[in-house]
């Protein structure tokens, strides 16, 4: 039940301020005012172009119409005269990362920043109330906090945000419709895939797996081939839906936005892979065959990601983290079972370092991950400068487990542990 005390908006206005790490001496406050037409334009657009197509939180045809309404024919804006600043300033700020994803504005600008805290500077009650406009509001924050590497921010935004949509019903279901457009499609594909991973954790995951087990005929082994044979069916039937939408768009692959590419399609279709032949609760010791296609699906992955990451399309997010760490984690447990051949991945482990250190110092977690896998490396490396003999597997495995146990101690230290089969994963 959502809180209606008077303390309540300094609460969240408390919480949501520091969440996305805005002080009142902060330097951005010495950026000047953002008034080139161009610029806000761009920033504008590549919201539009990404963000909006997946959260579709604005309305977008008054929204355009109002923000051409702030350029008089002097060329002068005064963005504060908007009818709706938090609105305009936080699009903005979820817009300017897109620029600062593609090179175009250097981080250090710290452009997203300072139109996140013109933004909070606008908010007074407006994160306080029980409407949808609130729930607008909160939405547009949490995109941007997506992009804070602050530990929880993401976490405390999305709970205010869920329990208000349950307070006002929005949990429940909607009527069906036909997709009559490219985005609507889109979305379908976007929602679809939510709905699969939430299928995979719910009958390979749970802890409640055993109940699959009670009053029936068949033995554990078939049930699980069942149940997994059940999901990759559907793997595959969403795949064929994204090949068939691509088919139909060739324009997309112009697009800045990565939820129109095949690429980002791919490395899904393989991360769902993964989240399906990993030690579960269903199946927690995989045969060999489930181990050679766990492997496969996590160089596919690595592969298809740093694709992304190089065309300047992969966002450098929370959501990518926590995606990437659970790919990193599989593939250090397939190492250690050797259903990856570690001499022929030298390639995708320098992957996994370029993209860890992507994140910038203020990641910390990215950045230790991004040392464990240097050690990786630099084994590597000894192992090549000596012909590739290897005189003592036995070290090489003990190398590759202590590893692992690095690895996961960063994620149980930071509080960023992926929190599904613990001890089918670390305890091999």
């Known amino acids: 039940m959502i809180c209606l005390d008077n303390s309540y908006p ?27 037409k161009d610029l806000l334009t761009s920033i504008i657009g590549l919201f539009m172009q ?36 938090y609105e305009l300033y936080m699009v903005l700020a979820v817009g300017s990362t897109g620029l600062e994803r593609t090179g175009i504005i250097s981080r250090d600008k710290k452009l997203s920043e300072y139109f996140v805290s013109m933004a909070l500077s606008h908010v007074h009650n407006n994160l306080s109330t029980n409407s949808l406009t609130n729930v607008r509001n909160l939405t547009l924050l949490a995109l941007y906090s997506f992009f804070n590497p602050a530990e929880y921010t993401s976490w405390e935004i999305m709970g205010k945000l869920t329990r208000l949509a ?3 019903g929005m949990n ?33 995951h749970s802890v409640n797996i055993y109940k699959n087990f ?36 060739t324009s997309v692959r112009q697009s800045v936005s990565f939820h129109l590419l095949v690429p980002w399609y791919t490395a899904r279709y393989n991360h769902l892979l993964i989240l399906l032949y990993r030690p579960s609760y269903l199946n927690p010791r995989p045969s060999q065959d489930l181990l050679d296609i766990l492997g496969k699906s996590c160089l596919e992955t690595l592969s298809y990601t740093y694709k992304l990451f190089k065309a300047k399309l992969l966002p450098l997010n929370w959501t990518t983290l926590y995606r990437f760490l659970m790919v990193c984690t599989t593939i250090l447990y397939c190492l250690c079972k050797w259903a990856i051949d570690l001499m022929e991945s030298k390639t995708e482990i320098c992957y996994c370092i370029e993209i860890f250190q992507a994140f910038g110092s203020d990641w910390i977690v ?11 490396e630099n084994k590597l490396l000894e192992i090549t400068l000596s012909d590739g003999h290897v005189s003592d597997m036995d ?9 692992s146990s690095s690895y996961h101690e960063i994620l149980n230290v930071h509080s960023v542990d992926l ?7 670390y305890n091999f």
């Open 10 to 36: 300094k609460q969240i206005s408390k919480v949501l301020i520091s969440a996305v790490g805005i002080k009142t001496n902060s330097n951005v406050s010495i950026i000047p005012p953002i008034v080139d």
């Open 50 to 85: 990404h963000n909006y197509r997946i959260c579709p939180v604005i309305h977008k045809k008054e929204f355009l119409e109002n923000f051409q309404k702030l350029f008089k024919e002097d060329g002068i804006v005064d963005l504060d005269s908007h009818h709706d600043p």
């Open 166 to 168: 349950i307070h006002l």
């Open 172 to 204: 429940h279901k909607i009527l069906d419709q036909d997709a009559r457009n490219e985005d609507i499609a889109v979305n379908r594909l976007v929602i679809n895939l939510r709905r699969l991973e939430g299928k995979i954790l719910r009958r390979v």
């Open 214 to 249: 009670i009053n029936k005929d068949k033995l554990q082994e078939e049930v699980c081939q069942e149940i997994l044979s059940d999901l990759r069916k559907e793997i595959e039937d969403w795949y064929y839906q994204v090949k068939s939408v691509d088919n139909a768009n």
């Open 366 to 376: 990215a950045k230790k991950c991004a040392e464990v896998f240097r050690k990786i």
């Open 395 to 403: 070290n090489l495995s003990k190398e590759l487990l202590g590893a």
């Open 419 to 425: 929190c599904i089969d613990t001890d089918f994963m």
